[in-house]
């Protein structure tokens, strides 16, 4: 089975810090996303990479950056975190073929800036 | 922009009762339509999809009928068990690469 991980369930952090969200896939997909779930809004796009070190600029990416050194391996990084990011973040992957057809998924993690 | 707009829930029902969720869309063209399931603690997982007009997907009981001339794609099951109880997202593939879901409805199914 597709294992997608991602680093911790719940983090709790203070405003201005530097946050890294982990996420590791172990099935050679070349795509990986970010999202964010907001009760009420659904899944937002944040950003997106199709390849090692490339990255796409997704609906909301205006506070986040992400790095892909690795295949296996997507980060979002929020550069100075703010209490409106408090949300759940989720990350998914899928093969180049099946772009945005069948993504799988992580199961989040809980955000919470104080 | 292509987008998909589901009902809003929440939704209680019990079970053996009839399961709809409604799911229309917007869209420049012929985008395949889907829908993803998350249970409680988990990740979303794909539940069905259909690729063109008319197509039916159909999974763990559920079916969803891509109906091009009502722009519609809704999420029917006959009889729903606790199990089902999960956030049901509708989501649309466009000619561009980007996936856009629904809000998500919550389903909770009483025994």
């Known amino acids: 089975d597709v294992k997608v991980t991602q680093s911790s369930r719940y983090l709790v952090k203070r405003t201005g810090e530097k946050v890294f969200l982990e996420c590791v896939q172990d099935?050679?997909?070349?795509?990986m996303f970010w999202y964010r779930q907001d009760p009420g809004l659904g899944l937002r796009l944040i950003y997106f990479?199709?390849?090692?070190?490339?990255?796409e600029k997704g609906d909301i990416p205006e506070g986040y950056s992400v790095s892909r050194e690795k295949k296996e391996r997507f980060s979002l990084i929020l550069e100075s975190a703010s209490t409106n990011q408090t949300s759940m973040y989720l990350c998914?992957?899928?093969?180049?073929?099946?772009?945005?057809?069948?993504?799988?998924f992580g199961s989040g993690t809980q955000l919470s800036v104080l | 922009g292509d987008s998909v707009t589901q009902m809003e829930g929440p939704v209680t029902l019990s079970e053996e009762a009839f399961l709809t969720i409604n799911c229309t869309y917007t869209?420049?063209?012929?985008?395949?339509l889907f829908w993803y399931v998350q249970y409680p603690g988990e990740g979303l997982q794909l539940l069905l999809k259909?690729?063109?007009?008319?197509d039916k997907g159909s999974n763990k009981g559920f079916e969803a009928t891509y109906r091009k001339e009502t722009t519609s794609f809704h999420l029917e099951k006959g009889s729903v068990q606790v199990s089902d109880s999960a956030v049901y997202f509708c989501a649309l593939s466009p000619l561009d690469y980007k996936l856009s879901f629904g809000a998500g409805t919550t389903v909770t199914v009483r025994a």
């Open positions: 099935m050679d997909h070349e795509n």
């Open positions: 998914a992957s899928s093969f180049r073929s099946q772009f945005n057809e069948k993504l799988f």
């Open positions: 869209a420049t063209g012929y985008p395949s």
């Open positions: 990479s199709y390849d090692v070190k490339m990255k």
């Open positions: 259909a690729t063109k007009a008319d």
